[in-house]
C-alpha cells in the first residue's frame, strides 16, 4: 500500500510536469564544405538529445531539407536550422506557411548567412530581410575567439537566468548590411559587450573588431523565433590537421541560455 502511494505521488509530481513540457523539435542540418560547421553540427547532435531527456523533449535531425513540408512539420512543434536554410522554393514556402501560422524556430550562425555573389546569395527577402531582419552577411571576426556578451533583455524567457554579462564559448562573429536597432519588429537579448574588444586574432587587420555595436541573438516579436549567432567551432586549419579546438556546447552560462530558450519555443502559446 505504501509502495502504491510513493508510485501515485511520483506519478502526480512528475509525470504531470513531464506531459505539460513535452514537444517535438526537428532540426534541419547540410555539415558539408566548412569543418567548422560540421564540427558544430556533429556537436549539436549530440548535445540536444541529451538535452531532450533531460527536460522531457522529443529531438529528431535531418539532412534531407524535402521534409520541409508541410504534412512533415505539423509533427514539430519547434524547428532548428543547425546550420544552413533551404533552398527549394517550396521548401521556403513551405517554413513560411508554418511561421505564420504559430510555428517556432531557432537558427545558428549559418543559417542567418547570405552573399550576392556565394552559393548562398541573398535570394529570399522574406527570410533574410523580414523575418530574420539582418540583411545580408558583411563581416566577420577571425579567428573563432571568446566574447564577453551583454544581456539587453533580462526579462525574456530565453535570459532570464543569465548574469548582466557573461564570457562565451569561442565563435566567429558576424556582422550584418541591415542595422537591427532601427527595426521594431526586433528585440535584440544578446550583444558583444565593449569589454570583448579588440575582438578576433586576424591575421587581416579587418577580422578583428575594435569597436561598434554587434547583435548576436535576437528575436522577431511577429514570430515565435530566436536567431543564434554561434554555431562555429575553432578548428585547426592552419596545420591541415581539422582538429577541434573549441566546442560551442562547453560554455555552461550558454547552454543555460539555449536550453532556457528552446523550452521557452516549445512552451504551448496561451
Known amino acids: 500500500m505504501r509502495i502504491f502511494l510513493l508510485c501515485t505521488i511520483y506519478i502526480l509530481l512528475f509525470g504531470t510536469t513531464h506531459a505539460q513540457s513535452s514537444f517535438k523539435v526537428i532540426a534541419f542540418f547540410t555539415a558539408k564544405n566548412d569543418q567548422a560547421h ?3 553540427v556533429h556537436e549539436a547532435n549530440k548535445w ?5 531527456k533531460k527536460y522531457h523533449f522529443t529531438y529528431d ?4 531539407w524535402n521534409n520541409l513540408n508541410t504534412k512533415f512539420l505539423s509533427q514539430y ?7 544552413t536554410r533551404p533552398e527549394d522554393s517550396t521548401q521556403r514556402e513551405a517554413f513560411k506557411t508554418y511561421m ?29 530581410n523580414e523575418f530574420l531582419g539582418s540583411g545580408s552577411y558583411r563581416s566577420n571576426t577571425w579567428r573563432p575567439t571568446s566574447a564577453i556578451l551583454r544581456v539587453e533583455d533580462r526579462k525574456h524567457p530565453a535570459t532570464k537566468n ?29 550583444s558583444i559587450d565593449s569589454s570583448s574588444f579588440p575582438l578576433g586574432t586576424g591575421p587581416k587587420p579587418h577580422e578583428i573588431w575594435h569597436s561598434g555595436y554587434y547583435p548576436v541573438v535576437w528575436t522577431n516579436k511577429k514570430y515565435r523565433m530566436l536567431y543564434v549567432n554561434m554555431g562555429h567551432n575553432d578548428i585547426d586549419y592552419e596545420n591541415h590537421t581539422n582538429k577541434e579546438l573549441s566546442f560551442t556546447f562547453a560554455n555552461k552560462i550558454q547552454d543555460r541560455f539555449i536550453i532556457d530558450a528552446l523550452l521557452w519555443l516549445g512552451k504551448k502559446k496561451k
Open 38 to 40: 560540421i564540427s558544430y
Open 48 to 52: 540536444f538529445p541529451a538535452m531532450a
Open 61 to 64: 535531425s535531418t539532412n534531407n
Open 77 to 83: 512543434q519547434v524547428v532548428l536550422f543547425l546550420d
Open 100 to 128: 505564420e501560422n504559430g510555428g517556432a524556430w531557432m537558427g545558428f550562425h549559418f543559417a542567418g548567412f547570405a552573399l550576392t555573389p556565394s552559393d548562398y546569395p541573398q535570394n529570399w527577402d522574406w527570410y533574410h
Open 162 to 190: 543569465l548574469p548582466v554579462t557573461f564570457k562565451s564559448a569561442p565563435n566567429e562573429w558576424y556582422r550584418w548590411s541591415d542595422d537591427l536597432t532601427k527595426n521594431p519588429d526586433i528585440k535584440i537579448l544578446l
